[in-house]
């Protein structure tokens, strides 16, 4: 038995892979081949869902809008919620506790509660059908986990290293970016980690707030339909490559996820 410790992993492992290859395969198949045969591989292999979503603009287009307001949501979220846990997690003041209990039930409201308000405001002062719009909506819940994540790795870090760094005459700012920061960057790993994710997968606002200039890949994925049905190969394709950006992601970000899962607040 002991040489079998191995099998439970590997089937595991094999489960959660399998919705992911199967996904992968779909998208080297025809939607006639996908609804009339079952095969675990393609039969009639093709790359023409993957060259359609190459050079129609609606689909790549989706691509470079996603990843413009993902990035600028991630660096809006990660440069608010430093200073904020920072104080948080070494000033004391009043309701300083209230404060931060509410900013956490902002993170526990559905997007469907904020669509409605954002689209009514952002049409208000021209902001719709932005890149800046849907990362905006997103910080209103990726700041309140950030500023709450980052406060449990900065509350590990011991007062005398601030104490330490102004006695050696280190300005607020200098100190903050050159030795806390670097300190704290499992943290801030982690952040990017969870920013990156919820915008990336969001869809409620994300479509809400674009209609042509900022929309998404995941609102073109659900407008698909044609007078046959849906384009499952053409979904199948869409679907492999939003998997991309999430795995790129993981990998660089990996080791300071390893360790925030470790020590910090997560």
Same mark, same amino acid.
């Given at each position: 038995?002991?040489?079998?410790? #191995?099998?439970? +992993? ?14 992968? $395969? ?26 359609? &979503?190459?050079? @129609? +603009? ?6 470079? !809008? ?9 660096? &809006? ?5 430093? +200073? ?11 309701? @300083? ?8 039930? !902002? ?15 952002? $049409? =208000? ?55 806390? &920061?670097?300190?704290?960057? =499992?943290? &801030? ?10 915008? #990336? ?22 407008? %698909?339909? $044609? ?8 979904? =199948? =394709?869409?679907?492999?490559? %939003? ?24």
């Amino acid at each position: 038995m002991r040489n079998l410790k #191995w099998l439970p +992993p590997t089937l595991y492992t094999l489960f959660l892979l399998l919705p992911i290859y199967w996904l992968v $395969s779909m998208s080297f198949k025809t939607t006639n081949e996908i609804l009339g045969t079952f095969s675990l591989w393609p039969q009639e292999f093709t790359l023409d869902n993957y060259i359609k &979503i190459f050079t @129609d +603009p609606t689909w790549y287009n989706g691509y470079f !809008n996603s990843l413009t307001y993902v990035g600028i949501n991630t660096l &809006i979220s990660v440069s608010v919620a430093l +200073p904020a846990a920072y104080a948080f997690s070494r000033y004391r003041f009043l309701g @300083d506790k209230h404060l931060f209990f509410w900013l956490l039930t !902002n993170r526990m409201a559905p997007p469907a509660v904020f669509a409605l308000p954002f689209f009514q405001l952002y $049409s =208000a002062i021209g902001l719709f059908d932005t890149h800046l719009a849907v990362a905006l909506a997103h910080c209103l819940f990726n700041i309140p986990l950030a500023v709450w994540i980052l406060e449990g790795f900065m509350s590990g870090v011991p007062k005398e290293l601030d104490e330490t760094a102004y006695v050696d005459g280190y300005s607020f700012w200098r100190f903050f970016v050159k030795i806390f &920061i670097p300190t704290i960057s =499992a943290g &801030i790993g982690v952040v990017m980690f969870f920013c990156f994710m919820f915008s #990336w997968v969001e869809l409620l606002l994300a479509k809400t707030l674009t209609s042509v200039a900022a929309k998404p890949i995941a609102a073109t994925m659900t407008r %698909t339909a $044609s007078t046959s049905g849906y384009e499952l190969g053409l979904l =199948a =394709a869409a679907g492999t490559l %939003t998997i991309i950006p999430g795995a790129f992601v993981i990998y660089f970000v990996r080791n300071h996820i390893a360790k925030g899962f470790a020590l910090g607040r997560v």
